[in-house]
DNA sequence: TGCTTTATTGGTCGCCCACTCAATAGCATT
DNA sequence: AATGCTATTGAGTGGGCGACCAATAAAGCA
């Protein structure tokens, strides 16, 4: 990909240079796992030498929760932009996305992070803020729904948690059973959000 | 531990010893973690070289996939035991002990298995068959029950998915967040699996 | 008792990893 | 055009891993 010739010496601004590390270490992460994220790789990916990489981020567990957080942070800004054309439109979007294969990746790498967080804490603490980053937005936009009528919630935080449970425990499957998108897990998500906001079965649908 | 004088031999029936091998390593995946049983640890842990695992496990993804089986159905045994004492029973029984932390161990091996059933066929291949078990067990409790006018469920099929979802779901937080055990996410599995059923808010609550 | 079988040893090899650090060369400043 | 700062190189260390294999000794059999 990336190639230079051998020696020939690039010389960025740090700033840049480390955002141009996290962005190529985030895409390793969300296409290939976050045990992808190694010096060495990114270095490749990079045309630089590892020890270039390990000058940035002289622990690499650092670099793979910063990669993680970066992919994710993307991921949700796709997922449930800032603004908006309305709580119910955008709630069809989110459950179009998240029931497409386009978000297999995402599914596996919050499997891959949540399973990594167990032996890495600076990475644990990555994703705990992302899981409440997450749960949040997604209250905000029952909360929003629920103001203008759309709506019938009566705890939008419980609800935020239900839902993003039932697409947790559906995508858990990813890995191994991901063929079977008709069964009944596949539509788990949604249903709970229509049972959790008050909606007719098949309101979320994608229009 | 298990601790021999060095170049002390102890020659056993090959059947034997493999099953030594296998309970060894489960008992590491499920404590430790997957990625924890190599050649070398197992045969620390029995007082053997390593050699001697690789001789009974040519590949390493097998002995890996093999610990991961034993585990798991040494669980759901404990979990779904084949002869209850009537399907409401064994319900209350199974989600007070999913939803206690001593089953922890159990959410982080499945998280576990998950992942890493993105680059270990083999294992991939030992965790559907897990699923497929554990769904079917699950099922036909539902059905026994269904049969008996005990549950009312026109579907056990997709109500043991649903419920099974809904465990994945609450147990993917097991590394980052499992301090939250009162959240609305702990409760789900089972308010799911009665609402599945047909029963009462609270009908499978630990007697 | 001696012989054969084979379970087990004990080492080697190559691979990939994170981490360290002195030397080097690109760039801005003067 | 010379200088100073520092981003970057390039090589090395040590550790863990799976895989491989000839030599060895324990156990069953004659």
Chains 1, 2 share one sequence.
Request: charged share 25%; proline share 5%; hydrophobic share 40%.
């Amino acid at each position: 990909m990336t190639s230079r010739a051998p020696g020939r010496r690039v010389r960025k601004a740090p700033a840049e240079r480390r955002s141009e590390i996290v962005a190529t270490a985030a895409r390793i992460g969300l296409t290939e796992g976050l045990e992808c994220v190694t010096l060495r790789r990114v270095a490749d990916e990079l045309g630089v030498q590892p020890g270039l990489v390990g000058h940035y981020f002289p622990a690499a567990d650092e670099l793979v929760a910063e990669a993680f957080t970066h992919a994710t942070m993307r991921e949700l800004d796709g997922l449930l932009p800032p603004d908006s054309d309305g709580p119910l439109h955008t709630f069809r979007r989110f459950f179009g996305l998240t029931s497409s294969a386009e978000f297999d990746d995402v599914s596996k790498l919050w499997l891959n992070a949540r399973h990594l967080s167990r032996y890495r804490p600076v990475l644990r603490e990555h994703v705990m803020k992302q899981e409440l980053l997450w749960c949040r937005r997604l209250e905000e936009l029952i909360a929003a729904g629920t103001a203008t009528g759309v709506f019938a919630c009566a705890d939008p935080w419980g609800a935020a948690i239900r839902v993003l449970v039932a697409i947790d425990g559906a995508s858990a499957y990813v890995n191994t059973s991901a063929d079977r998108r008709g069964t009944p897990a596949a539509d788990m998500p949604r249903t709970v959000a229509e049972s959790e906001l008050g909606l007719r079965r098949g309101t979320l649908l994608a229009s």
